[in-house]
């Protein structure tokens, strides 16, 4: 009978972290119409229906029939099409909001999330001040050393060594 270690199996789970995450029914338990919808989905629907009741003076000029359904149109059309998105993709809110941190950080930075203050180039005037401790009296210039010519250096480096020519 052989003692053998198992096989360690190894499972990886990517596609099932790709499911989007659904809305499909209201707190009561019905079901949402044409529902379930993603996260993000329901998300432009809220902007588009807040943005819309903001500015229908702006874009509601053509009757109240022909308004509602230009408004549902577009709902609907930005609703169908954000789900259209592939789930793999990011999401269209993060990239929004990425944006709008890009447009809105401030041009120096931040450190610590306060913002930088660069200031402006100004003069500068200065003084250089140096302190050094000085003996009360100079110390002695140290004694030169004896030097050599340097034709007597080479004569005794010559006169030890003597040349090929010289010791036949």
Not at 36 to 61: C, D, M
Not at 140 to 157: F, R, W
Request: charged residues 15%; hydrophobic residues 45%; aromatic residues 6%.
């Amino acid at each position: 009978m052989s003692h053998e270690t198992p096989a360690e199996i190894v499972r990886w789970y990517t596609r099932a972290r790709k499911f989007p995450q659904l809305v499909g029914r209201t707190p009561d338990g019905t079901k949402i119409p044409f529902g379930p919808y993603t996260v993000t989905q329901a998300v432009a629907a809220g902007v588009i229906l807040l943005v819309a009741f903001n500015t229908t003076s702006v874009w509601a000029r053509f009757g109240l029939l022909v308004n509602v359904t230009a408004f549902t149109c577009v709902l609907a059309g930005t609703v169908w099409l954000i789900g259209r998105i592939p789930v793999g993709s990011r999401s269209p809110v993060s990239v929004v909001l990425g944006a709008v941190q890009a447009i809105t950080a401030p041009r120096a930075g931040r450190i610590g999330g306060r913002v930088i203050r660069v200031r402006p180039p100004h003069r500068v005037q200065h003084r250089l001040v140096v302190a050094v401790d000085l003996p009360d009296e100079p110390s002695p210039a140290p004694e030169p050393a004896a030097v050599k010519p340097a034709l007597t250096q080479i004569q005794t480096l010559l006169a030890a060594n003597p040349t090929p020519s010289e010791t036949r």
